[in-house]
């Protein structure tokens, strides 16, 4: 089976969709599907014959998006969906949806998406001058609109799931969250990491993984680490990504004299750097309440790191069970103890770490992907049974 994705996003720019789209990439192979790509042109050198890249300019004021041009996009869709192509994937919802959508009608095949954004919860970030209420009523109209108009959705937890049912949604939606390359985890260097970053072996380190953004709640781990270093002053929190944030976070650290304890490291690459770089830490933290999923949750479980995290939105179906993390009350104060409990208990810290391997093994990209092989079929087979 030949599966077309269509995204706004790819790597280079790093982000939940680009490693979604890799891993499933790479794990449905096995399963018999072959995936090819549409995505913008960032005009690096990152060519693989499997992706049709689309000229693209920068998004005004966001250095890390690409806008492509609808005639370029409408025409690298079609000219993929010619060269074969039994159902279509959309993995953003801007440009990519729509062409994605006119294709699949024009050639009479199926098309699908994944709810990777809660843009509802999103949007207040970046238009703050927009009231909050008129916001959420554009999102929510949006999102319906565009999920009604497809053959199926895919989301990739239970709260994302009600939330998008509470909109309207009547397109059959189902429940399938990406899963994570356990192999990647195998082999990872601790000591090697921190030399490399001039981190002291025995120091204790807390990390956060993800794109530097407003939604991820950074300033909320700032709060935190600023109580927890009353009770161990030499803590240190690695701040692992890049994003519009940094800048007011990186202030941030300096007013509330915190530059002792924070570290920025920075995009890290995702297959080398960054497995090492959560075996470098003691705990992972994570304070996001927008989350469609977390898979870094999951990653940081993998690596045998023990979590400290909130459960909100899409987190909650993987800290829900309890297993390799901690969730505390959403207050700096009951995060920050959170953190000390892992950090200053031995047995609890390596009951949680055993706890978190096991648990990671149960969302491999290999099980979730079979999974989402055998929707592909059903949903191929249920447009191939049905009259024209």
Known sequence: MRILMVSDVYFPRVNGVSTAIQTYREALAGHGI???????DYGSECRESWISRVSARQVPRDPEDRLMRWGAMRSAVDAAVARGCDLIH?????????????????????????????????????????PARWLRGMARHFSRSQCNALDAVIVPSRAIHQRISDYGVTTPLHILPTGIPLGRFAGIDRDVFRSSHGIDLKRPVALYVGRVAHEKNIDFLLDA?????????????????????????????????????????????????????????????????????GLVLLEAMAAGLPVVALAAMGTIDILGARRGALAPEDNPAAFAQGILDVLQNDELRGHLAREGREYANEWSDQALAGRMAELYCRIVNQRQECPA
């Open 34 to 40: 072959e995936v090819s790509l549409v995505a913008p």
């Open 90 to 130: 959309v993995q953003t919802p801007f440009l990519a949806h729509y062409t994605a959508l006119g294709a699949a009608r024009r050639a009479g095949i199926p098309v699908i998406a994944t709810y990777h954004t809660l843009f509802e919860e999103y949007l207040q970030h970046y238009a703050p001058f927009i």
């Open 225 to 293: 680490v600023n109580l927890a270093r009353k009770s161990m002053p030499e803590l240190l929190l690695l701040i692992t990504g890049d994003g519009p944030a940094l800048p007011s976070l990186r202030d941030s650290v300096v007013e509330r004299e915190l530059s002792a304890n924070v570290q920025f490291l920075g995009y890290l690459d995702r297959r080398n750097e960054l497995p090492d770089c959560y075996a470098a830490a003691d705990v992972f933290t994570f304070a996001s309440r927008t989350e469609t999923q």
